[in-house]
């Protein structure tokens, strides 16, 4: 048999492997820098909110969506929360926010309130940092950023692109 027939053969017989999805290209944001964000600052968590309820009643909301669910945890008095929040807000993120996530605040208090969400996470004893951001595929409801959960803890050390360009990545 010719080497040519042995290889399409071969070709033929292997399975086809499923394409990896294409990554999200995140939306430009206008703004150079933090400091241009519009002031003030979100308060983006809500002390008295039941944590429990909003955390499932979002995960509903994104099965049904097809969008991932972002759990963002943190406090009011963290200002890299607060910065996160200001880009999510942008004008530029919404759309692309709304289109790939559905989002839900918890307010961790000072790491001693609704810790119950992280640790149904596998997230045991305190955060590392905040803002702690699950990102959760609503139909495994598996944390698809693990290891990653604290990694804009200091966001203030990014631009507003740098974290849309992290938020994309996981879209």
């Not at 955390?55 to 991932?68: D, F, I, P, S, T």
């Amino acid at each position: 048999m010719p080497r040519s027939l042995l290889l399409a053969a071969a070709l033929v017989a292997v399975p086809t492997l499923p394409l990896a999805a294409a990554p999200v290209a995140a939306p430009r944001v206008p703004i150079a820098t933090l400091n241009q964000l519009p002031q003030p600052l979100p308060l983006p968590y809500d002390a008295a909110a039941d944590a429990r309820s909003a955390v499932a009643a979002a995960k509903a909301r994104a099965l049904k969506g097809h969008r991932k669910l972002l759990i963002d945890m943190g406090g009011n008095w963290c200002l890299d929360c607060r910065l996160l929040a200001g880009v999510m807000e942008l004008p530029a993120m919404r759309g692309f926010m709304a289109r790939h996530y559905e989002v839900v605040t918890v307010d961790i208090g000072r790491f001693d309130k609704n810790l119950d969400v992280p640790a149904r996470y596998g997230i045991k004893g305190r955060l590392a940092g905040v803002p702690a951001l699950l990102i959760v595929d609503p139909k495994t409801d598996r944390v698809v950023n693990a290891g990653r959960e604290t990694a804009l803890a200091d966001a203030r050390s990014l631009t507003p692109q740098g974290l849309a360009d992290w938020l994309a990545q996981w879209a």
